[in-house]
Antibody
Framework: QVQLVQSGAEVKKPGASVKVSCKASGYTFINYEINWVRQAAGQGLEWMGWVNPKSGNTGYAQKFKGRVSMTRDTTVETAYMELSNLSLEDTAVYYC?????????????WGQGTTVTVSS | ENVLTQSPGTLLLSPGESATLSCRASHLIGGNYVAWYQQKAGHTPRLLIYGASTRATGIPDRFRGSGSGTDFTLTIVRLEPEDFAVYYCQQYGSSPGWTFGQGTKLEIE
């Protein structure tokens, strides 16, 4: 079945970086963009950016530009999101999600989420 | 950025009743690129509706999406106990990409 499986929880200190992985299975990885979305505790969903697995092209929300990098490795069908210069406000659950362009750019499959805790 | 404002923030209803959730955009949404998601506590979001009105695979027909332009609505008829959750609308536009509404919490009265 179609799945996105993310890496495990991370605890980081302020100023550090974190890299979260998202492994795809059950479909042709290069045919669907991957979005990254985060959710702080008790808060709503916040879109961070996208990566095109075929081309490697990316697009980032203004808020994260300069601090986020989204990449992919097609040989292992995995997308990555790296966020640098972490602050306490970056504590959240980070999700990857598959984008279906033909379905109005909606996100039909989500990873299980990766909890990133930033604490001194 | 196209800001999405959802209302109400919280909706108190009973099973069997109908729910109407609103999503208003600050700018026109082209192509009706609007989706709705359901999220239960401790779970990942689940796609309900895309293209403003098309139900995703496996979504019961009691979930109905409508709207165009800047005003979109999710209607849930004959609420079931499992429908009580938080609902998010989402839009896609060329720049910067995707945005979400702040969510509507549907609670049992």
């Amino acid at each position: 079945q179609v799945q996105l499986v993310q890496s495990g929880a991370e605890v980081k200190k302020p100023g550090a970086s974190v890299k979260v992985s998202c492994k795809a299975s059950g479909y042709t990885f290069i045919n669907y963009e991957i979005n990254w979305v985060r959710q702080a505790a008790g808060q709503g969903l916040e879109w961070m950016g996208w990566v095109n697995p075929k081309s490697g092209n990316t697009g980032y929300a203004q808020k994260f530009k300069g601090r986020v990098s989204m990449t992919r490795d097609t040989t292992v069908e995995t997308a990555y999101m790296e966020l640098s210069n972490l602050s306490l406000e970056d504590t959240a659950v980070y999700y990857c999600a598959r984008v279906v362009r033909s379905n109005s750019y909606s996100m039909d499959v989500w990873g299980q989420g990766t909890t990133v805790t930033v604490s001194s | 950025e196209n800001v999405l404002t959802q209302s109400p923030g919280t909706l108190l209803l009973s099973p069997g009743e109908s729910a109407t959730l609103s999503c208003r955009a600050s700018h026109l949404i082209g192509g009706n690129y609007v989706a709705w998601y359901q999220q239960k506590a401790g779970h990942t979001p689940r796609l309900l509706i895309y293209g403003a009105s098309t139900r995703a695979t496996g979504i019961p027909d009691r979930f109905r999406g409508s709207g165009s332009g800047t005003d979109f609505t999710l209607t849930i008829v004959r609420l079931e106990p499992e429908d009580f959750a938080v609902y998010y609308c989402q839009q896609y536009g060329s720049s910067p990409g995707w945005t979400f509404g702040q969510g509507t919490k549907l609670e049992i009265e």
